[in-house]
């Protein structure tokens, strides 16, 4: 038997052999299933994030759609505070609470008052008239509320194809026991000192 055929032999019962094939496999595997793993981490993380942030909103909502009395610089950094309780986040945490009202005359939602907490600016009536369509329709002089919230995400892997980003949720109510939501910077103080 010459040298060729013998070595031509030998490939054949090599690509016939399949020992080790299994190790190969996994090693080119083994990557893409760690980024799999990975990627369906964050991204499940960053679900569940964003279910905290809204639902802490939607707390904070509800609990001022309920006060008949003035909200102060106090009653709003326990806001500030019990959202960063309930986000249990090491991130920053801002909020912001607009109340305003619908003018049909004129046919443009007007900001009452604006207060934040945690950075950001109070919001305005130009400022308000771009989020015209996210705010509902309403009657003349009908009172609404507008509570956001931002908290920047971090995701726990990088390389998973999302990139550092925030939150940002808004949510509109409206008074549900009193006909409206004032602002008071002096806890003692009375209509005088109000804004409503």
């Known amino acids: 038997m010459s040298a060729l055929a013998r070595l031509t032999r030998r490939l054949r019962a090599l690509r016939r052999d399949e ?49 008949t009395g003035y909200i102060t610089p106090a009653y709003l950094d326990s806001l500030q505070q019990m959202q960063t309780f309930l986000i249990a986040t090491r991130q920053p945490v801002r909020l912001r609470v607009t109340v305003f009202s619908y003018d049909a005359n004129n ?14 600016t109070a919001l305005d009536t130009d400022a308000l008239a771009g989020l015209r369509g996210e705010l509902p329709v309403m009657p003349h002089r009908e009172v609404g ?8 995400y971090m995701p726990l892997f990088d390389g998973t194809g999302l990139e550092p980003f925030t939150f940002e949720n808004r949510v509109v109510s409206r008074p549900r026991f009193a006909g409206q939501l004032c602002w008071n910077s002096d806890a003692a103080g009375g209509i005088a000192t109000a804004i409503c």
């Open 19 to 67: 020992r080790g094939a299994l190790v190969i496999e996994a090693m080119l595997m083994m990557p893409l299933l760690m980024w799999t793993f990975a990627a369906s981490w964050v991204f499940f993380d960053a679900y569940r994030e964003q279910s905290i942030h809204v639902r802490a909103a939607y707390t904070i909502s509800d609990m001022l759609s309920r006060e």
């Open 107 to 120: 046919d443009r939602y007007e900001v009452r008052w604006s207060k934040t907490r945690g950075g950001g």
């Open 145 to 152: 509320m507008l509570v956001e919230n931002w908290v920047d």
